[in-house]
């Protein structure tokens, strides 16, 4: 099944039949790595965002949600060290290209080629990963599998959700408002967790209402580069300055974030322009719009 709410009824056992289709590909995936690692690891930690937005939209009506959330955490963070290095690789030719737009680049090509080399150096090649690599991830979601097949979710319909859907999108608001006061790279990576999850939350109803939410749905996604952008520029700044070999790009780093931090917030006034209790009642419309039973 897609990853969505297909009907009205039994939103125990869809949240159920979502969680274990997402759990044995991951497992799937985790088990056959190839010469694309990088790639696998993409795909298994968005796998576990899904699925933590999956619990976080049932979480007040879901006993287990904390255990289960945290385990996809804990799943994803296994996974993270070998695709951070890939990341910073990224963003760091992200930024020269960004550095090289206005015509006179203040990193030069000797710095650059330095700093390339050591961020390289930190990223593991591919032939350095094999089956082994993936047994925590493996081992983790393993054990959620076998869980998932007994989640018992309370409420019906809507009101198993809305809570959750709602919940969210407040706290989408209120780090946008925190981020505006003080847009330091913590407040902005932190109210960049709620967009994501905002943005699996309109996915899981998109077939209520496909043609009024997949706007809202891509242009979420949309701030939620936005955002992505501007926190790896804060991990590499950090990176850098480990490495004692920073020059002159943290002077660009800036730049480039405060640029990417004006878009999102013009995008995320948008977003968040509409009422809590008001985004609820339209929501709530729009699932009335699903078929009652499959």
Not at 34 to 45: A, F, M, Y
Not at 73 to 83: E, F, H, P, V
Not at 100 to 117: D, H, M, T, V, W
Not at 212 to 217: A, E
């Amino acid at each position: 099944m897609s990853f969505a709410f297909t009907h009205r009824r039994n939103v125990e056992a869809q949240v159920r039949a979502m969680a274990l289709e997402q759990i044995e590909k991951g497992l799937e995936e985790a088990s056959q790595p190839n010469d694309e690692p990088s790639k696998i690891v993409h795909g298994l930690r968005r796998r576990c965002k899904k699925l933590r937005g999956l619990v976080r939209l049932v979480g007040s009506n879901f006993k287990r949600a904390d255990k289960e959330n945290k385990a996809f955490r804990d799943a994803a963070s296994s996974l993270s060290q070998s695709r951070d290095a890939v990341v910073l690789v990224e963003t760091f030719a992200g930024l020269l290209e960004f550095d090289r737009e206005g015509g006179s680049p203040k990193i030069g090509e000797i710095e650059a080629s330095r700093i390339r080399q050591e961020l390289e150096n930190g990223a593991e090649p591919a032939e350095a990963w094999n089956k082994d690599r993936f047994a925590e991830f493996r081992t983790i979601f393993k054990a959620a599998k076998k869980r998932a097949a007994n989640w018992s979710v309370d409420g019906r319909g809507f009101d198993a959700l809305s809570d959750g859907l709602i919940g969210n999108y407040r706290q989408f608001r209120q780090r946008l408002a925190a981020a505006e006061d003080d847009p330091v790279a913590e407040h902005l990576h932190e109210w960049r967790k709620f967009a994501k999850y905002h943005g699996h939350h309109l996915g899981l109803l998109r077939r209520s209402a496909p043609d009024l939410l997949k706007n809202r749905q891509t242009a979420i996604g949309q701030l939620g580069d936005l955002l992505g952008d501007h926190h790896n520029l804060a991990v590499l700044e950090q990176k850098l300055a480990r490495l004692d070999v920073a020059g002159s790009v943290p002077e660009v780093i800036a730049a480039r974030q405060q640029e990417l931090a004006g878009s999102a917030f013009f995008m995320g006034r948008q977003l968040g322009a509409e009422k809590p209790a008001a985004l609820r009642r339209r929501l709530e419309k729009y699932w009335l719009l699903l078929p009652e039973k499959s």
